[in-house]
């Protein structure tokens, strides 16, 4: 006995400390908009609370965390109590969990075929209820404990998406639910902004949304980049129900309220895990952050009949992406030199699985970065993976910081070669000065030139390149044109049969493009854009290389700085050098002459193309318009000649119609690529 109680008093001081702990995120997060750990970390606390509380129920007490969903009002806003409860939803974290939420709607409903569903981007950001009156915009209320929120009419009338009016026929009572959010971009810029003021910045978009819209002062909300998209109905008097959930969120877009356009039917399980496949491969090119997706049955007469269980409906389901975030320590911080000389901090981490991958390593960015963070080597620190992008360090949990924990130092010579390393003025990139003599750097140019949009030499790959210059074989790429056929085939992992097939990958690459060669120069900030540009402009490479500042900035979309790198490049000997081997060696382009006139349809016209195109990506697309004699741009200005706006176009589209820029969309590009005509 006298044990049990010893492990029971043990229990309840980790429940006690489980508790304290929660409720110090819960201040952090709802309170202060200032969340100190990532959402993963939160809910695994409160899953041991659940859990621990589920083996001894005489333990729960009404104040426990788990006694209540969100929070309570904080005081300076005015209580608003909604006329229907604002529910949440219930989650699902696999295909498998998806499958039991369909089958027991199956169940439910006792149907034998497929559900049909309405599939929408789980928006994150805050649920608002917005309530009109007889058309009328008349109060806004977060969703707070789900019973009451608060009152932010003010802040959600600074919405600039937001109708003071609904259109057309109003009913007497309509409150819509929705959600508020920022979207990236304007994230972005706000924290850009605050940086700049050296002020906080927001941790993420949510947290940007929260903080925004639970201002006290609407003057500082209106100044806040802020979105909403309405996803369903509270209350209502006087609405002419529909049938189905989909024609709702019709009526809501007939009433001018936004809707997201990424909202499809889907036909049962299949379908919404199709959907949740599909959203995901695109969530990193939306304009907002999504964490998941929800699934709704259709039919608001099943709905109806499925009804709720405690806080959930059972007619709906959140289905999560895996967390893009997680908690791990910082074991050590390692410097890589780049292309162009770039020291890069790199993480070394104890392995963590975050962004639906293992993670043991992540960029820093630079030092100016290492030192806004204050990240030092055995803190315990945020790692994000969002998409495709390289892990980073987001931030660093300071209360978890041990005392041993030590700062990182930016090396004073080259980790690689031992040439000193410079930061050039307010530079936040440190360099390495060794230029060729450094083995990274040469590497890394050589990596560069053979990359696929640069020459694109099939197999000289990562490791070749590594053993090219270990062995003294490649020190420029102007050697990879003598390689012997013995030399390579006495490589490890090659042979005759892989040595032959890399040299007529090497024989290939002397046809190229101007534009191709220039980007393969690996000239600093000059990218594939400012390459095709510059080529475009200039027709021949003996025009560019004798061109001096003026000049080169005449080219579009190229200003002081690059015009700088362009010049100081070809100023210097090494470079010429190779230039002069390369061409010596029979690397070569079609003259401009043999591209123009009807080959050329588009020679004149700048287009700048932005948002995600469907059928094909931006980069071929930009490819294919300059393939006919077009320039692509990056940036919307009174010499563009269109603009093209894919899906969630932002800005740019905007800036265009400020400026009177002709707007196409994705099938006039279409039509341009296959007439090969410039639009009608
Ligand atoms: S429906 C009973 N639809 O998710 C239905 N919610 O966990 C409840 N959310 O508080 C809401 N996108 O803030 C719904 N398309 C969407 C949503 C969505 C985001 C949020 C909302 C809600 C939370 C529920």
Redesign the pocket.
């Given at each position: 006995m006298a044990t049990a109680t010893a492990a029971e008093a043990e229990l309840q001081q980790r429940l006690a400390q489980l508790r304290r702990e929660i409720e110090q995120h819960n201040y952090r997060y709802y309170i202060l908009d200032e969340p100190q750990v990532p959402d993963a970390e939160y809910d695994r606390l409160m899953q041991a609370l659940r859990e621990l509380e589920a083996a001894h129920p005489e333990w729960v007490t009404s104040d426990s965390p788990t006694q209540r969903v969100g929070t309570a009002p904080a005081d300076e806003f005015a209580e608003v109590r909604h006329r229907v409860p604002?529910?949440?939803?219930d989650n699902a974290f696999s295909a498998d969990d998806v499958q039991g939420f369909d089958r027991r709607v199956r169940e439910r409903l006792g149907r034998e075929g497929p559900v049909r569903y309405s599939a929408?981007?789980?928006?994150d950001?805050?649920?608002v209820s917005v309530i009109f009156e007889h058309g009328l915009f008349v109060r806004a209320a977060t969703?707070g404990d789900g019973t009451s929120g608060e009152d932010v009419t003010a802040n959600v009338r600074t919405i600039r998406s937001m109708p003071l009016r609904l259109r057309g026929a109003a009913p007497a009572l309509l409150e819509a639910?929705g959600?508020v959010f920022m979207p990236v971009a304007g994230f972005e810029r706000l924290n850009a902004e605050a940086a700049a003021r050296g002020e906080k910045v927001f941790v993420n978009p949510r947290n940007a949304a929260a903080g925004s819209l639970r201002q006290l002062d609407p003057e500082v909300t209106a100044g806040r980049p802020l979105d909403i998209f309405f996803?369903?109905l509270g209350a209502q008097e006087g609405v002419d129900l529909p049938a189905r959930h989909s024609e709702v969120l019709a009526l809501l877009a007939q009433w001018g309220l936004r809707v997201?356009p990424q909202i499809r039917l889907v036909e049962g399980v299949e379908g919404c895990l199709e959907y949740y496949r599909e959203i995901g491969a695109r969530r990193a090119s939306l304009a907002y952050q999504i964490d998941g997706v929800?699934y709704?049955v259709d039919e608001l007469a099943a709905q109806t009949s499925l009804g709720f269980v405690a806080r959930?409906?059972r007619w709906?389901v959140?289905h999560k992406f895996a967390a893009e975030e997680a908690l791990t320590r910082l074991r050590d911080v390692e410097f890589q030199v780049g292309r162009t000389g770039a020291l890069t901090p790199v993480a070394r981490l104890e392995p963590v699985f975050v962004g639906g991958v293992t993670v043991s390593n992540a960029t820093l960015h630079n030092m100016d970065e290492v030192q806004r963070k204050d990240v030092r080597i055995g803190d315990t620190v945020v790692v994000r993976r969002a998409g495709d992008v390289i892990p980073e360090v987001a931030r660093v949990i300071l209360e978890r910081r041990p005392p041993e924990a030590r700062s990182i130092v930016l090396p004073a010579v080259c980790p690689v070669c031992a040439s000193v390393v410079q930061r050039e003025g307010d530079e936040a990139v440190a360099r390495c000065t060794g230029g060729y003599r450094c083995s990274a750097q040469r590497k890394e140019r050589l990596r560069h030139f053979a990359a696929r949009r640069a020459l694109d030499i099939e197999g000289l790959g990562e490791k070749l390149v590594d053993q090219l210059v270990d062995a003294g074989l490649a020190q420029s790429p102007a050697d990879v044109f003598s390689l012997s056929r013995q030399s390579l085939a006495n490589l490890d992992r090659m042979g005759e049969k892989s040595a032959d097939k890399v040299l007529r990958a090497i024989e290939r690459a002397k046809h190229t493009t101007f534009a191709r060669f220039l980007f393969a120069l690996g000239i600093r900030d000059v990218g594939e854009a400012t390459a095709a540009n510059l080529a475009a402009h200039f027709g021949s490479l003996d025009t560019l290389m004798q061109a001096d500042l003026q000049r080169v900035q005449q080219a579009p979309d190229v200003g002081p700085v690059i015009a700088a790198r362009v010049v100081e490049f070809f100023a210097d000997s090494a470079n010429r050098d190779v230039v002069k081997r390369l061409q010596a060696a029979g690397v070569t382009w079609p003259a401009p002459t043999e591209v123009l006139a009807e080959q050329a349809p588009l020679s004149g016209l700048t287009f700048v193309l932005t948002g995600t195109l469907e059928s094909l990506s931006r980069e071929a697309a930009e490819d294919a318009l300059r393939a006919l004699g077009a320039k692509a741009s990056g940036s919307v200005s009174s010499k563009t000649s269109y603009l093209v706006a894919g899906r969630d176009a932002g800005s740019k589209l905007r800036k265009a119609s400020e400026l009177g820029v002709p707007i196409l969309d994705e099938s006039a590009l279409r039509q341009i690529l296959e007439t090969k005509r410039p639009p009608t």
């Open positions: 604002m529910l949440s939803l929408e981007p789980k928006l950001g805050l649920a969703r639910r959600e996803y369903g997201c929800v709704k959930a409906p709906a959140a």
